[in-house]
């Protein structure tokens, strides 16, 4: 009889979590890109920005709990 045993994630890139904030940040770009004119350095900047962040904060969580278990 095989154990089904989960493969150890090796980066935050193969948390399921980013993938989704990673399309959500790419949507969200192709959708600004609509946006008018005059929001484009202000709103529409905003936006992007607040979007790539939720990645950023993904990996820089995965990055410090690594370096707390290898600490260890």
Same mark, same amino acid.
């Given at each position: @009889? %095989?154990?089904?045993? %989960?493969? $150890? *994630?090796?980066?935050? !890139?193969? =948390?399921? *979590?980013? +993938? %989704? $904030?990673?399309?959500?940040? @790419?949507? *969200?770009?192709? /959708?600004? +890109?609509?946006?008018?004119?005059?929001?484009?350095?202000? =709103?529409?900047?905003? *936006? !992007?920005?607040?979007? !790539?962040?939720?990645?950023? #904060? /993904?990996?820089?969580?995965?990055? +410090?709990?690594? #370096? $707390?278990?290898?600490? @260890?």
């Amino acid at each position: @009889m %095989k154990t089904h045993q %989960k493969e $150890a *994630i090796k980066d935050h !890139r193969e =948390l399921e *979590i980013y +993938k %989704k $904030a990673f399309d959500a940040g @790419m949507e *969200i770009f192709h /959708l600004s +890109k609509k946006f008018p004119v005059e929001e484009r350095y202000s =709103l529409t900047d905003q *936006i !992007r920005r607040s979007s !790539r962040s939720v990645c950023a #904060n /993904l990996a820089e969580a995965w990055r +410090k709990r690594r #370096n $707390a278990i290898v600490s @260890m």
